[in-house]
C-alpha cells in the first residue's frame, strides 16, 4: 500500500516536471505576433443611413374668386419668387359691379356735399334769427317806452280835461293811441314769443346744454341747437359714404383677386388648369414648392430607432451637387412604413445658394445616443465574427487568450468596443489561422 502511494507520488512529480519544462521553453520556440495596444478614446458615434432631398412645404396658388383664365405665366418646373404673376382671370360681372358702386359713391359724395351746404344753410338762418329777436325785443322795448310816455301824457290831459283845459275830443283822441299802443306791444310781445321758440335758454336746458353766461357763447349754443337737423343729415351721407367706399373697395379685392401670384418663393411642382379655363372659387390653380429649406428624408431600420433623437446632429452630404452640410434631426416618424417596415427621418438643410434639388440621393452621418469613450480597433484585429460579437486574440504573460466583445458601432474599416477589453490589454493586430488559445507567443 506504502508502494503503491510512493509510486502515485513519483509519477505526478514527473508529470510536474515534463509540465514546467514546456513552459521554459526556450523564445526560439515561440511565435511573434504584432500587437496593438487598447486605449479608449471619446467617439461620436454616428449612424450612416441614406436617403433623398424632399420639400418642408408647399404652397397652393388659389383663385380666391371664380372667372376665365385669360393669361398664364406659370410652367411646371419654372422658378418663381413670392408675389410674382401666375394667372390672370377675367369676370365681366366684377367690371359692371364697379361701375355701379362707383356711381354709388358719386351719388354719397353728392349728398355729403349737399348736407354740409344745409349746415352752414341753417347756421346762417339761425344768426339772422338771433338777429332778427334781438331787433325786435329793441322794437318792444322801444313802444313800451313809448307807451309809458302816452300814458304819463294822458294823465296829465285827464286833470287838464277836469279842469276845463282841453276837449273831450282831444282826450278821447289820446286814449284811442293809448289803446293802439296797448294792441300794437301785445302784437310785437306774440310775434316775439313765436320767433324765439328754439331760442330761449329753456331750449337749451331742455336739450342738456347748460347755457353760458357769455353771450357770444350762449349765441354759439342756439346756432347749434337749431342746425342739429342738418348736422344729423350730415352723419347719415358720412355713413351712406363710408358703406360706398367699403363696397367699391370690396369689389376692387375682388378685382384684383382676378390676378393670381405665387404664394412663395419656389419651384412649381404641378399645374392644374390651362389657358381659357373656367375656375371656381377658392380652386386650385398650381403648387409651390418652397426650395428654400428641404429636407433629407433618410429611412432607418426598426433596431436603430432607439439610438437617435430630435436635435441630434447630422451630417448631410449630397455628391452629385457638391453639398456638404450640418444639420440636426427635426422629425422623427411616429409610425413604420407599412411596406417596408421601415421608419424616416427628416433633416432640414439650407439651401438659400439654389444647389440641391428635390429627389437628389443624400447620405446621411447622424450622431447617436451612444456617444461616449470606446477602444478603436481596426477589422483586421478580429480572430472571428459572430453577428455584433467580436473575438480578439490578447496577450497576457506571453501567452494567447481569447476574448469576447459586442460590437458597438463600426465606421471606414474599424470596430469600436465599449466593453470585454481593458486599458492597456495587448490585442493581437493581424491574428492567423496559425495562432490558437494557449499558445506562447513573442509580441514584435
Do not use: H, W
Not at 358720412?238 to 404664394?263: C, F, G, Q
Amino acid at each position: 500500500m506504502k508502494k503503491s502511494a510512493a509510486k502515485l507520488a513519483a509519477s505526478l512529480l514527473a508529470a510536474l516536471l515534463v509540465s514546467c519544462a514546456g513552459k521554459e521553453a526556450p523564445d526560439s520556440q515561440s511565435i511573434e505576433v504584432k500587437t496593438l495596444v487598447a486605449v479608449k478614446s471619446k467617439q461620436s458615434v454616428t449612424l450612416e443611413s441614406y436617403g433623398s432631398i424632399t420639400y418642408k412645404k408647399k404652397n397652393e396658388a388659389r383663385s380666391i374668386v371664380e372667372g376665365t383664365i385669360v393669361e398664364q405665366n406659370a410652367l411646371e418646373g419654372k422658378s418663381v419668387k413670392k408675389g410674382e404673376t401666375l394667372f390672370r382671370l377675367e369676370n365681366i360681372q366684377y367690371q359692371i359691379q364697379r361701375a355701379e358702386r362707383q356711381n354709388q359713391l358719386n351719388s354719397a359724395r353728392a349728398k355729403l356735399k349737399a348736407a354740409k351746404n344745409n349746415l352752414l344753410e341753417q347756421e346762417r338762418s339761425a344768426q339772422s334769427t338771433i338777429i332778427a329777436l334781438e331787433n325786435a325785443r329793441t322794437n318792444l322795448r322801444q313802444k313800451k317806452d313809448e307807451r309809458a310816455l302816452l300814458l304819463k301824457n294822458l294823465e296829465k290831459n285827464k286833470r287838464l280835461f277836469d279842469a276845463g283845459g282841453i276837449s273831450e275830443s282831444s282826450l278821447e283822441q289820446m286814449q284811442m293811441e293809448e289803446r293802439a299802443s296797448k294792441s300794437e306791444i301785445d302784437v310785437l310781445e306774440k310775434e316775439l314769443q313765436m320767433k324765439s321758440l328754439g331760442y330761449n335758454e329753456s331750449d337749451l336746458i331742455n336739450a342738456g346744454m347748460e347755457p353760458s353766461a357769455d353771450v357770444e357763447t350762449r349765441q354759439r349754443q342756439l346756432i347749434d341747437l337749431n342746425s342739429q337737423s342738418a348736422k344729423i343729415q350730415i352723419e347719415l351721407a358720412e355713413v351712406e359714404l363710408k358703406n360706398a367706399e367699403r363696397d367699391l373697395e370690396s369689389i376692387e379685392a375682388l378685382i384684383e383677386a382676378l390676378t393670381v401670384t405665387a404664394p412663395c418663393d419656389g419651384i412649381i411642382g404641378a399645374i392644374y388648369f390651362e389657358n381659357g379655363e373656367r375656375v371656381a372659387q377658392n380652386e386650385r390653380l398650381a403648387t409651390i414648392i418652397d426650395m428654400k429649406i428641404p429636407y433629407a428624408k433618410v429611412f432607418l431600420q426598426e433596431r436603430d430607432m432607439e439610438k437617435i433623437q430630435i436635435g441630434a446632429p447630422t451630417l448631410v452630404e449630397i455628391d452629385s451637387a457638391a453639398f456638404r452640410q450640418e444639420s440636426i434631426v427635426d422629425f422623427i416618424s411616429p409610425l413604420a412604413d407599412s411596406e417596408t417596415g421601415n421608419f424616416y427621418i427628416k433633416i432640414p438643410v439650407d439651401n438659400s445658394e439654389n444647389k440641391i434639388r428635390f429627389g437628389m440621393f443624400a447620405k446621411c452621418a447622424i450622431q447617436t445616443k451612444s456617444t461616449g469613450e470606446y477602444f478603436e480597433l481596426p477589422e483586421s484585429a478580429l480572430r472571428r465574427r459572430d453577428g455584433n460579437t467580436a473575438y480578439f486574440f490578447c496577450v497576457q504573460n506571453d501567452f494567447l487568450y481569447q476574448k469576447e466583445c459586442p460590437i458597438e458601432m463600426e465606421r471606414d474599416g474599424n470596430i469600436y468596443i465599449k466593453s470585454g477589453l481593458k486599458e492597456g490589454d495587448k490585442i493581437v493586430a493581424r491574428p492567423t489561422n496559425a495562432l490558437k488559445e494557449g499558445l506562447r507567443v513573442k509580441c514584435i
